[in-house]
């Protein structure tokens, strides 16, 4: 039997085969997706209780190694460090040159990683459909700026997300250079130097959902999120294309290194996760793979659920909010139907309100 979903700025016309979990072989009705990774998504094991210690280890290998993008940050962190970050001295007083230096780094980052996955997947189409979650074009006309999804994106990303991405990454440089953030050098905590990096992505799923929350109350998402949510579906440049104030609310999250311990590596780090992961997790393809083989994990499918869905899964997995509040949709079936129903009841609510 078919049904009419009216829970997302668009109609999506189901049926229970087309949201039957699969192993991205494409359907032949109009699919619900082009490709859906095996459900129900698992989340982390960390808040399981009792504790299951090689469950835990095993997230945190298969989340880190043998490649990830986690990684690769962690690489252009060191990278960005050692080769592309003024020294600290200068960075005492704020200085025009040493700012947009840093500036510049940090759009040949975003511009080499979104730019790049858009061309692989969307330009050149290397890939083809394969692993795509949702095969529709990009948007055109309004209500995107430039009247162009792709320039839209990339116009919000490079103006607004990497200048508040460098205007907090100045700040906190500033505060080591002065003195007034201690620097933890490698050799004073090896054991809490490595725990960094492990952590950012907890405290980056901890954080982004209690904002992203936020950010859909009604008069919050008008003035911002909903330029982010003009994507209902998705590409590398949509990640950080965001309004200018959920740029400073977003990237926030980086200020706590003004209160624990670290080193200005971490700082890179940290803002690079936010940004560049934002590109990949938005890439529309589940990963890079070749001959069919996974070369690298790549976007969230929870996370395109969000975007098509808008009233579920506003967090992470790694700190799995949403399903201590309910409103995980795991992929399945009867997730589905909970939010179905979890909608009409909400729209009934608002009828009655309104009399
Ligand atoms: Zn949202
Ligand atoms: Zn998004």
């Known amino acids: 039997m078919r049904q009419v979903i009216l829970i997302c700025p668009i109609i999506y016309p189901m049926s229970a085969e087309s949201i039957s979990p699969g192993t991205g072989t494409p359907r032949t009705r109009r699919p619900q997706w082009n490709y859906q990774p095996d459900v129900p998504l698992p989340v982390s094991p960390l808040f399981e209780w009792p504790l299951n210690l090689p469950r835990i280890l095993n997230w945190f290998w298969r989340s880190w190694f043998p490649v990830s993008e986690k990684l690769i940050i962690v690489f252009t962190a060191f990278i960005s460090?050692?080769?592309?970050?003024?020294?600290?001295?200068?960075?005492?007083?704020?200085?025009i040159e040493w700012v947009a230096l840093m500036w510049l780094r940090n759009c040949a980052l975003m511009t080499a990683v979104a730019g790049g996955l858009h061309l692989y997947f969307y330009v050149f189409r290397l890939q083809k459909d394969a692993h795509r979650y949702d095969s529709k074009a990009f948007g055109k006309?309004?209500?995107?700026?430039?009247?162009?999804?792709?320039?839209?994106?990339?116009?919000?990303?490079?103006?607004?997300?990497?200048?508040v991405w460098t205007a907090y990454e100045a700040f906190i440089i500033w505060g080591f250079a002065n003195g007034f953030i201690e620097v933890l050098e490698w050799s004073q905590n090896p054991v809490w130097f490595v725990a960094i990096f492990l952590l950012v992505?907890?405290?980056?799923?901890?954080?982004?959902f209690l904002i992203h929350r936020w950010l859909h109350w009604k008069p919050l998402y008008k003035f911002a999120h909903h330029l982010h949510h003009r994507n209902t579906n998705v590409g590398p440049w949509s990640g950080l294309s965001m309004h200018p104030v959920e740029h400073l609310i977003f990237l926030g999250a980086v200020l706590i290194h003004w209160i624990i311990a670290s080193h200005p590596v971490h700082v890179l780090y940290h803002l690079q996760y936010f940004a560049l992961s934002a590109a990949t997790t938005h890439s529309g393809y589940n990963r890079i793979s070749k001959n069919d083989k996974k070369v690298l994990s790549l976007g969230t499918f929870h996370h395109q659920m969000h975007h098509r869905f808008l009233h579920c899964n506003y967090g992470g997995l790694e700190f799995p909010w949403d399903k201590f509040t309910g409103t995980f949709h795991d992929g399945t079936e009867e997730a589905h139907a909970n939010l179905k129903r979890h909608m009409r009841a909400k729209a009934q609510e608002l009828r009655q309100l309104r009399g």
């Open 81 to 95: 460090w050692t080769y592309f970050q003024p020294p600290l001295e200068v960075s005492q007083n704020f200085h």
């Open 201 to 208: 992505p907890i405290w980056e799923s901890f954080y982004f």
């Open 141 to 163: 006309g309004r209500p995107f700026t430039f009247r162009n999804q792709v320039w839209d994106n990339m116009f919000w990303t490079l103006a607004s997300g990497v200048t």
